[in-house]
């Protein structure tokens, strides 16, 4: 046989080896992508598990960096799970193919990995809302400054459970409860906060706090 024959023939064995060697390597590369991504997804898990018992406590916030490696790790999730799918159902060629698709999506989790931990915790710690300024404008009056007075030191007798304010339509009923409202807003050691309800009628006790 002609020498350059049998060169051609060594060449041909040498590089399909190599090829066969590296589809091989695709596949370890692929399994030990998904073994990765399955680490960083019992992580997120046991997070998500934890934000819901740490959000259920007042003035608790999950971090945005925390919202962000989450979503980050649930786009990756699908990413890889395609991916292990194709290298699974691929054929010879395409999976050679494949090899660079692989490698990406490797970094990509090792980097989540990496900054899972969150040393300084998952939330923060935020002010609770007291609710909102209704902004009613200036109380103009002796008068209406001195019932407002009066409603307020109702509100900070701790005897009084109820209060009501009484008057014909148009005299400032409504205006001075958004003065009291705001007041209690701002700040007041009694209450955790105010909220304003339009109430009907027929309405409540129970349909109001509902």
């Known amino acids: 046989m002609d020498v350059n024959k049998i060169l051609g023939i060594a060449k041909h064995a040498i590089s399909l080896v190599q090829q066969v060697s590296k589809v091989n390597g695709v596949k370890a590369k692929m399994d030990a992508l998904e073994m990765n991504m399955g680490m960083v997804s019992a992580r997120k898990a046991d997070i998500v598990l ?3 018992q740490e959000e259920g406590r007042p003035g608790k916030k999950r971090k945005k960096e925390v919202d962000f490696w989450m979503q980050s790790v649930g786009s990756l ?4 799970h395609r991916l292990g799918r194709n290298v699974e159902e691929g054929h010879f060629f395409s999976r050679l193919m494949l090899e660079d698709h692989v490698n990406g999506p490797a970094t990509q989790v090792e980097k989540l990995h ?9 939330t923060l ?8 300024e209704l902004q009613p404008g200036e109380l103009v009056g002796q008068a209406s400054q001195t019932k407002r007075d009066q409603i307020w030191d109702c509100l900070m007798n ?3 459970l109820r209060l009501g304010v009484w008057g014909q339509a148009g005299v400032g009923k409504t205006f001075l409860a958004m003065h009291v409202h705001g007041q209690i807003v701002q700040d007041c050691s009694r209450f955790d906060g ?6 009907s009628r027929e309405g409540t006790v129970g349909t109001i706090q509902t």
């Open 158 to 160: 701790q005897e009084v």
């Open 77 to 80: 999730e699908d990413q890889v």
């Open 194 to 199: 105010a909220c304003s309800v339009n109430v």
């Open 125 to 132: 710690d935020v002010r609770p809302v007291r609710g909102y």
């Open 114 to 122: 990496d900054k899972v931990r969150f040393d300084n915790g998952l």
């Open 50 to 52: 934890q934000l819901e």
